[in-house]
């Protein structure tokens, strides 16, 4: 991706975001009609899709890309983030996997859903690479307050013995 390119979407991240605040400010004078609530969609959307591309010179880790395939193959939802349009710093890029539990599905369990949250970060890198970055964060039925994350290969397994249930 070119420098005008990463250029062009700040701008249209910067303007998307202002109009946001726009619409927010107008909702609470008058509240929400359904055509602000459509444009509110639409650029939450757009904003999220912005963020998931990777800066000039950088791709999502091989590991990371592996993680949220096969969390999606299996039901799961996944995001990945990275940190922001200019990236004036060392970039870096956020993957969460995870999902709820459904109705019955642990009833002794604590918490109601799986969340892992891993960040590779590009300090102390080669240019356009990233590398894991601390021990992450996890979110399990059986510790809902919060844990380091195992690794990626115990994150896999994880989500192997735990698939969505499909309706």
Request: some cysteine.
């Amino acid at each position: 991706m070119s420098t005008t390119t990463t250029e062009t979407l700040k701008q249209e991240y910067d303007r998307l975001c202002d109009e946001e605040d726009e619409l927010r400010t107008a909702a609470r004078k008058d509240g929400w009609s359904e055509q602000a609530k459509e444009r509110q969609r639409a650029i939450s959307l757009r904003l999220r899709e912005i963020l998931t591309i990777p800066p000039a010179g950088y791709a999502l880790p091989a590991a990371a890309s592996g993680l949220i395939a096969h969390a999606e193959a299996h039901g799961w939802l996944a995001l990945a983030q990275w940190t922001s349009i200019d990236f004036d710093g060392d970039p870096f890029v956020t993957v969460q996997v995870g999902r709820q539990l459904a109705d019955g599905e642990m009833p002794d369990a604590r918490g109601s859903r799986w969340l892992y949250k891993l960040t590779w970060h590009s300090r102390d890198c080669a240019p356009g690479k990233v590398r894991l970055f601390g021990n992450g964060h996890a979110v399990t039925p059986d510790s809902p307050g919060g844990n380091y994350a195992p690794s990626v290969k115990a994150i896999r397994a994880v989500i192997e013995q735990h698939p969505a249930v499909t309706p």
